[in-house]
């Protein structure tokens, strides 16, 4: 079943902007793929919380398993090396270069 929502419901035209930048996307088109592909990995890591299928203890944690639906969904399984990930990403020693490595 197709979920369909307007970009304008949820980011302003700054937001979406800031984030063509960011993702490195030119076009209208670009960018409604890149954020269907992040809406996939929120989407799965609500359910999993939604559901009770992960106990989470820490932040670090948290930004990492938030991460992994990043890369799995965004990246398509494979994070760029050189990415620029966001400071909200806290990790834990090492974790970045792991998951750069798969």
């Given at each position: 079943m197709p979920v369909t929502f307007p970009l304008n419901d949820i980011l302003t035209a700054q937001?979406?902007?800031?984030?063509?930048?960011?993702?490195?996307?030119?076009?209208?088109?670009?960018?409604?793929?890149?954020?269907?592909?992040?809406?996939?990995a929120a989407m799965r890591e609500f359910a999993d919380m939604i559901?009770?299928?992960?106990?989470?203890?820490?932040?670090?944690?948290?930004?990492?398993?938030k991460l992994l639906h990043l890369v799995k969904h965004y990246f398509g399984g494979k994070i760029r090396a050189n990415w620029r990930y966001p400071r909200s990403f806290a990790f834990r020693s090492g974790a970045r270069r792991r998951l750069c490595a798969t």
């Open positions: 937001e979406q902007t800031m984030l063509r930048s960011l993702l490195e996307v030119r076009t209208a088109a670009e960018l409604e793929a890149a954020v269907t592909r992040l809406s996939k559901l009770n299928r992960y106990a989470v203890r820490a932040t670090a944690e948290v930004n990492e398993i």
